[in-house]
T-cell receptor
Framework: NAGVTQTPKFQVLKTGQSMTLQCAQDMNHNSMYWYRQDPGMGLRLIYYSASEGTTDKGEVPNGYNVSRLNKREFSLRLESAAPSQTSVYFC????????????FGEGSRLTVL | QQQVKQSPQSLIVQKGGISIINCAYENTAFDYFPWYQQFPGKGPALLIAIRPDVSEKKEGRFTISFNKSAKQFSLHIMDSQPGDSATYFCAASMGGTYKYIFGTGTRLKVLA
C-alpha cells in the first residue's frame, strides 16, 4: 500500500530553471495539498485541490502553479525557480475537508542555486 | 489572526519524563486541532486531534489539553521514550475550508 508517492525525492536546479514535482495517491482521496517546510517556519500551504477539477491558492502560492490531473495526481510546477524556493516540499491527501486526516508523502528536497 | 504559535522550539527530556508542547491561536473560528509527528526524512503523520467541545483527549501516552477561553492547547507525552524523539507540529483548521495552519514545530529529544 503506497499511500502518497512523490517524485523526485531530491532535485538541484539553477535559478531560472523550471521543474514539476509529481504526486500521486492511491487512497481514493478527494482532497490534495502541496506544502513547503522550512526551518523555523513549519509547514505552509502552497496550493490545494478540494476535489478533482478544482484548485485554489494557499498561504504562499507566488511562484508556483498546480495541476490536478485526475483524482489520483496533483502536480506542482516551478516555472522560474528562485533560491527562495529552496525547501522541502510535501504532498498530502485527505478524505474530507478540514476534519480529514492529512496523509503526507515523504517529501521532495529541492535546492535552487 | 491566522497564526498558530508553538513553543518551545526544542525540548530535551529524560526517558520516563513528561514532554509538554504548547500552542496558541487567535482565530476563534478554528474548530479542529490536530497534532502531527514527524521523524527525520519522513512526512508528518497524525498523532492525535481534538475539537473545542472537549477539554481533554487521551490516546495511550499522548494527551491533548484544550483551553477554549485562553485559546490554547497543549500536547503532553507521558513516560517519554527515546522512540518519541521527533518533531511535533500543532495545527488548526476551520469548517468549510481546506487550509490547515501549522505551528512552527518542536524538536523533541528524549534521552535514554
Amino acid at each position: 500500500n503506497a499511500g502518497v508517492t512523490q517524485t523526485p525525492k531530491f532535485q538541484v536546479l539553477k535559478t531560472g530553471q523550471s521543474m514539476t514535482l509529481q504526486c500521486a495517491q492511491d487512497m481514493n482521496h478527494n482532497s490534495m495539498y502541496w506544502y513547503r517546510q522550512d526551518p523555523g517556519m513549519g509547514l505552509r500551504l502552497i496550493y490545494y485541490s478540494a476535489s478533482e477539477g478544482t484548485t485554489d491558492k494557499g498561504e504562499v502560492p507566488n511562484g508556483y502553479n498546480v495541476s490536478r490531473l485526475n483524482k489520483r495526481e496533483f502536480s506542482l510546477r516551478l516555472e522560474s525557480a528562485a533560491p527562495s524556493q529552496t525547501s522541502v516540499y510535501f504532498c498530502a491527501s485527505s478524505t474530507t475537508g478540514t476534519t480529514g486526516e492529512l496523509f503526507f508523502g515523504e517529501g521532495s528536497r529541492l535546492t535552487v542555486l | 489572526q491566522q497564526q498558530v504559535k508553538q513553543s518551545p522550539q526544542s525540548l530535551i527530556v529524560q526517558k520516563g519524563g513528561i514532554s509538554i508542547i504548547n500552542c496558541a491561536y487567535e482565530n476563534t473560528a478554528f474548530d479542529y486541532f490536530p497534532w502531527y509527528q514527524q521523524f527525520p526524512g519522513k512526512g508528518p503523520a497524525l498523532l492525535i486531534a481534538i475539537r473545542p467541545d472537549v477539554s481533554e483527549k487521551k490516546e495511550g501516552r499522548f494527551t491533548i489539553s484544550f483551553n477554549k477561553s485562553a485559546k490554547q492547547f497543549s500536547l503532553h507525552i507521558m513516560d517519554s521514550q527515546p522512540g518519541d524523539s521527533a518533531t511535533y507540529f500543532c495545527a488548526a483548521s476551520m469548517g468549510g475550508t481546506y487550509k490547515y495552519i501549522f505551528g512552527t514545530g518542536t524538536r523533541l529529544k528524549v534521552l535514554a
